[in-house]
Every structure is written in C-alpha cells, then in structure tokens.
C-alpha cells in the first residue's frame, strides 16, 4: 500500500502564488507517473498537469499553461504544484495522484481559495 499525504493549499489572493506538495510513501514500490488533478463545487474531477518517471513527459491543461509548472524528486518520492498568476476559477480542491507498480493511488485532497 501507498499513502500519499498532500500540503501547501491556503487561501491566496487573486495574482498570487501557491507551491502544493505531495509525498508518497510506504515499502517496495516504485513512482511511474505523478500528477495533480483538482475538483471544484459542482463540476468534475479535471486534470491539471501530469509528469513521467523521469520528468521528460509533462502535459499541461490548456487553462493552466504558462501559470503553473509540475515538478518531482524522485529521491524523496515527491511531486510539487507551483501555481503563479493564480485566478479565482482555479479555486478547488487538488488531489495529487501516483501510479506506482502495484496500482494507482489519489491523496486526500487540499483545498486552494482564491479570492480577495
């Protein structure tokens, strides 16, 4: 079993910026693809941004572009959200999501306001 435990949502301003975190644990399994998907009131699960293993695979969703960048530290099992130029419609919930050799595993979700 993987547990993946996620940080750094808050409340932010329109324009400002938040860096999410999310680190996997636990024994004998080995990170494919990392990524982040959020969910506001109301409407679907979307995706945000994904990265491979070895960080040469990044796909973006076209409303995020530009503003936000996905990285990972392998070492530490770890994927990172920086989100810049951040908008009220990018207010939701953000799940970060592993797939690992066993299966894929989602985090229990951190909840990013934007507002002023």
């Known amino acids: 079993q993987v547990q993946l435990v996620e940080s750094g949502g808050g409340l932010v301003q329109p324009g400002g910026s938040l860096r999410l975190s999310c680190v996997a644990s636990?024994?004998?399994?080995?990170?494919?693809?990392m990524g982040w998907y959020r969910q506001a009131p109301g409407k679907q699960r979307e995706l945000v941004a994904t990265i491979g293993s070895s960080s040469s695979s990044i796909n973006y969703a076209d409303s995020v572009k530009d503003r936000f960048t996905i990285s990972r530290d392998n070492a530490k099992n770890t994927v990172y959200l920086q989100m810049n130029s951040l908008k009220p419609e990018d207010t939701a919930v953000y799940y970060c999501d592993v797939v690992t050799n066993m299966a894929a595993f989602w985090g229990q979700g951190t909840q990013v306001t934007v507002s002023s």
């Open positions: 636990g024994s004998r399994f080995s990170v494919y693809r």
